[in-house]
């Protein structure tokens, strides 16, 4: 497999988890994780700006060839729905402003891909980013450990355009 370098992001506007993990041939290591956070007590365009410089600075630091997104589906509180949603155009935006590849995934695809149970909970998925990527210590707050499961859930997705042009002339 290719080189290459994947930005995974669990969208928020109080918190957003980033994680980085590169893969090298069939070696996956997380190069960076952490939370973008906003205070609650600033306007949310203010707060959206600054979300939006950080990404843009994570981006220019790791240069991602893709940025892969869990997408909200459903939350029971419509206010977080709409500001979730609105960090998560920002992340996209910015994304593809940079040129990188943006593509979003369900929270059961990640929980799926990464840990083999599309419902389990944040702790198990935790332990499994740990243990895929031979994280030591905690991923806290839970936000970067979510990121980089969103990461991995693409680089177990991703087919290379080699191979996914052979699979389409075999169909």
Do not use: W
Request: hydrophobic share 45%; charged share 20%.
């Amino acid at each position: 497999m290719e080189h290459m370098f994947v930005l995974g992001i669990d969208p928020g506007l109080s918190r957003c988890g980033y994680g980085v993990v590169e893969q090298r041939r069939h070696k996956q290591r997380a190069v960076a994780a952490g939370v973008i956070t906003t205070a609650p007590s600033d306007n949310t365009p203010d707060r959206l700006a600054e979300l939006q410089g950080e990404i843009r600075s994570l981006i220019a630091e790791f240069t991602p060839s893709v940025v892969a997104v869990e997408r909200v589906l459903f939350q029971n509180n419509v206010s977080t729905a709409i500001s979730v949603g609105q960090a998560s155009g920002i992340v996209m935006a910015e994304a593809i402003n940079a040129a990188c590849d943006v593509i979003e995934y369900s929270p059961n695809e990640i929980k799926l891909a990464v840990a083999g149970d599309g419902s389990a909970d944040k702790g198990q998925m935790e332990t499994m980013v740990r243990l895929l990527l031979d994280i030591k210590q905690p991923l806290r707050p839970v936000d970067a450990a979510d990121a980089l499961g969103v990461a991995l859930c693409h680089l177990a997705h991703y087919v290379p355009p080699r191979r996914a042009r052979r699979e389409e002339q075999n169909a």
